[in-house]
């Protein structure tokens, strides 16, 4: 069983017990004795079925059960042990006296541990991981005050039958009433109050704290060079970010933002070497305009991270970004100012570096970035199937880029191929495959290369055969019937390619931090939210990750949620070590985006070489919005711009 199996079915036998305890109760007060017999016999295999549940997701990691072992279980185990001693004997007496009232404690006792069963699993779903005190505090006083509630209920003189109490005990249970009262929102007050405690500003990953007092630079002094390496040139570009209705080729029209009134934006492509030069200009987009180069390693003033690098660029305002293309390989690039909003929009292109060596080129080079707008997906600027000639035996390369915020899926009909490359990134020695799916993370890009066989090369995406790409020797529109690609496998990345030394022992890294994805409730903008969280809480509120230049760096991220979160740094690729406890056994793969689906723990390492403020987030946009943010940053370096509104 998978560990997002697991959750589910936790998250069923969860529900099950809170149904089953409240049943019992119900039952018990209306004198259905039986009925109240067999949903209390129920009650009591659930939890003990929870108890397993529980057992088994702890063998996940310590992640996926910590509020649930600590809390949780705690609470209903103590709840429902005193429903069993309270409840059970007179509940099994009952059956051969049908109609007896039970007594005023063991109905209390029933709701109690269904109110426990019910905090439990509020308790997953909105506070999550890490569990903390005002959580427990806030759980314990809450099924403490719906006891006192059920005990006063129960004690009216209708719910207890003709069995009126006396008048002292009256006043002795009035007294008792209001302390446990007075205990209750006193307990309660306290986990609430916890709440605004403010956390940790930062983090450190086990290796030592900010060097402090020492020299520092700020982001805005971590620039690019003003020149072209050796043999190079300047690339040079003007974007003009604006809204507008724009036609695609097909006719169809879209309400844009779009840079240079284009979908995509101009493709911005440059050789090995070069200095690319691009002024962004803003002529209407409210909420301001940036340019980050996704997955380009750029010096961090450079990185476009609204709040963290810049202020983003607001109407008739302008910004140059400048840096070298010394990383051949497929990129894009795409505002990251409300870029939630704004890249689903168009604010997005293509960036493709080249070597300079021309004899490693190529015959046909398509780069085919894929976005969805209103429900209409485009490969480049198409929504038809767009038909390219290639001659047999010429060397075909296919960047594909998804510039959505959900996976795609591609598979290519026809002929054999190897994936070359991951995230720009070549790896090594990828050996030839055919008919499999290739699943491409939100932000992610993989190369494609083939030799072109003589006859139709097709690629389809996310299985639709009337679009995608049509790659033929003659020209000829037609095209064959395409398969069905449903039942292709996914090529695993975790097991392809040969695997070849790495610049640094994952094994020894100088520090860990550990992300943890969920939902929960959470602080995001200053601003109580049901939000998407890194460990409980949401952007700005989660710490900052410090490194020193030099450091290696290990991340394992967990996914507690039952979403993907494709996660992606800014400024560094990082080497996938394992997934789910698995290593990887192919070429070494570096990554800016990998998609941690539900119940996954990645971990992966990087070099802390590009010293600056960086973002670390969710790349489906809206999650990213919703609080999944944070950033790493170097010991040493600060920034003059914080985080305001919808930075992000
Ligand atoms: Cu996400």
């Known amino acids: 069983?998978?560990?997002?199996?697991?959750?589910?079915?936790?998250?069923?036998?969860?529900?099950?017990?809170?149904?089953?305890?409240?049943?019992?109760?119900?039952?018990?007060?209306?004198?259905?004795?039986?009925?109240?017999?067999?949903?209390?016999?129920?009650?009591?295999?659930?939890?003990?079925?929870?108890?397993?549940?529980?057992?088994?997701?702890?063998?996940?990691?310590?992640?996926?059960?910590?509020?649930?072992?600590?809390?949780?279980?705690?609470?209903?185990?103590?709840?429902?042990?005193?429903?069993?001693?309270?409840?059970?004997?007179?509940?099994?007496?009952?059956?051969?006296?049908?109609?007896?009232?039970?007594?005023?404690?063991?109905?209390?006792?029933?709701?109690?541990?269904?109110?426990?069963?019910?905090?439990?699993?509020?308790?997953?779903?909105?506070?999550?991981?890490?569990?903390?005190?005002?959580?427990?505090?806030?759980?314990?006083?809450?099924?403490?005050?719906?006891?006192?509630?059920?005990?006063?209920?129960?004690?009216?003189?209708?719910?207890?039958?003709?069995?009126?109490?006396?008048?002292?005990?009256?006043?002795?249970r009035r007294f008792l009433g209001v302390a446990g009262g007075v205990v209750a929102v006193g307990a309660g007050g306290t986990g609430v109050g916890l709440l605004f405690r403010a956390p940790a500003s930062v983090v450190t990953g086990g290796g030592p704290a900010a060097a402090g007092g020492g020299?520092?630079?700020?982001?805005?002094?971590?620039?690019?060079?003003?020149?072209?390496?050796?043999?190079?040139?300047?690339?040079r570009h003007t974007l003009t970010a604006g809204t507008g209705t724009v036609t695609l080729p097909s006719g169809r029209e879209i309400d844009a933002w779009a840079f240079d009134k284009r979908l995509p934006g101009p493709a911005i492509t440059a050789a090995e070497g070069d200095l690319i030069e691009v002024t962004l200009r803003n002529h209407g987009i409210d909420d301001g305009v940036t340019l980050h180069w996704h997955g380009y390693d750029v010096p961090c003033g450079e990185d476009g991270a609204p709040g963290a690098t810049q202020s983003a660029v607001t109407a008739r305002g302008e910004f140059v970004y400048r840096f070298r293309a010394d990383q051949v390989g497929t990129y894009w690039y795409h505002t990251h100012q409300t870029s939630h909003i704004g890249v689903r929009r168009g604010l997005y292109g293509t960036l493709v570096v080249r070597p300079r060596d021309a004899g490693r080129a190529e015959e046909l080079d398509l780069t085919l970035p894929v976005h969805t707008f209103d429900g209409t997906v485009v490969i480049g600027d198409q929504e038809a199937r767009t038909v390219h000639t290639a001659r047999p035996g010429a060397s075909v390369r296919l960047r594909l880029v998804n510039t959505d915020s959900v996976p795609h899926r591609f598979a290519l009909a026809g002929a054999a191929f190897r994936v070359a490359a991951v995230d720009g990134r070549d790896l090594n020695q990828p050996g030839e495959v055919r008919e499999v799916e290739l699943r491409l993370p939100a932000g992610g890009r993989y190369d494609l290369v083939l030799s072109m066989p003589d006859t139709p090369v097709a690629l389809l995406l996310d299985g639709d055969r009337d679009g995608g790409v049509l790659l033929t020797p003659t020209g000829d529109a037609a095209?064959?019937?395409?398969?069905?690609?449903?039942?292709?496998?996914?090529?695993?990345?975790?097991?392809?390619?040969?695997?070849?030394?790495?610049?640094?022992?994952?094994?020894?890294?100088?520090?860990?931090?550990?992300?943890?994805?969920?939902?929960?409730?959470?602080?995001?903008?200053?601003?109580?939210?049901?939000?998407?969280?890194?460990?409980?809480?949401?952007?700005p509120s989660v710490p900052d990750q410090l490194v020193a230049e030099g450091d290696v760096v290990r991340y394992t991220v967990v996914n507690r949620s039952l979403e993907t979160h494709p996660w992606h740094l800014h400024g560094h690729s990082v080497l996938i070590v394992s997934r789910d406890g698995t290593r990887f056994t192919g070429s070494p793969v570096w990554v800016d985006t990998f998609d941690v689906r539900p119940g996954e723990i990645w971990e992966v390492a990087f070099r802390a070489g590009n010293p600056g403020v960086w973002m670390n987030h969710c790349h489906n946009l809206p999650h990213q919005e919703q609080g999944m943010m944070l950033r790493l940053v170097y010991d040493g370096v600060s920034t003059p711009f914080s985080h305001a509104g919808h930075a992000g």
């Not at 039986?34 to 129920?42: E, M």
């Not at 020299?215 to 690339?235: E, K, M, N, W």
């Open 1 to 172: 069983m998978t560990t997002v199996q697991l959750i589910l079915l936790d998250h069923v036998v969860a529900l099950l017990g809170v149904a089953s305890w409240i049943a019992s109760g119900v039952t018990a007060a209306l004198r259905r004795s039986r009925l109240a017999l067999g949903l209390f016999g129920g009650a009591v295999l659930v939890t003990l079925a929870r108890v397993a549940t529980v057992a088994a997701l702890s063998t996940r990691g310590w992640w996926f059960a910590q509020e649930k072992v600590l809390l949780g279980l705690p609470m209903l185990g103590v709840a429902g042990l005193a429903a069993v001693l309270l409840a059970g004997p007179r509940l099994l007496a009952a059956r051969r006296t049908p109609g007896e009232a039970l007594p005023a404690s063991g109905l209390v006792a029933l709701f109690t541990a269904g109110f426990a069963a019910l905090a439990g699993l509020a308790v997953t779903f909105l506070a999550g991981y890490p569990l903390t005190w005002s959580t427990a505090l806030v759980a314990v006083a809450a099924v403490y005050a719906g006891a006192l509630l059920a005990g006063r209920v129960a004690a009216t003189p209708a719910a207890a039958g003709a069995e009126a109490s006396p008048a002292p005990a009256l006043s002795r």
């Open 215 to 235: 020299a520092t630079v700020s982001v805005t002094d971590l620039r690019g060079p003003g020149t072209p390496a050796a043999g190079g040139t300047t690339v």
């Open 479 to 539: 095209g064959p019937a395409l398969p069905d690609t449903a039942g292709w496998p996914e090529l695993d990345l975790l097991r392809y390619g040969e695997p070849a030394a790495v610049p640094f022992d994952v094994d020894r890294a100088d520090r860990h931090f550990t992300i943890v994805l969920d939902r929960g409730l959470a602080m995001v903008d200053g601003r109580p939210a049901f939000a998407q969280t890194v460990d409980g809480r949401g952007y």
